[in-house]
């Protein structure tokens, strides 16, 4: 079983409504932007994965400024 570490921050959804339509939004925290190293303008894409999971993608993500060690998965049964 694999554990991973859980990060949160509650956003909550903001709607504008026009005469003719709605448009929401979603801001993002600024300490989760800055560890994400988001810049202005930049291109995201959301993906549905169902009714209660969103995915954010970036196509072009900067190298982290310190190198890190990734472990693999621990295969314990």
């Not at 003719?20 to 994965?49: C, H, M, R």
């Amino acid at each position: 079983m694999t554990r991973y570490t859980r990060m949160g921050y509650p956003t909550k959804l903001q709607c504008i409504q026009r005469q003719d339509s709605q448009q929401f939004y979603i801001n993002f925290p600024t300490p989760l932007a800055q560890a994400l190293d988001f810049q202005k303008g930049e291109q995201l894409q959301w993906t549905i994965v169902d009714k209660g999971h969103l995915v954010l993608s970036r196509q072009l993500v900067p190298p982290d400024p310190v190198p890190l060690k990734k472990k693999p998965p621990s295969s314990k049964t």
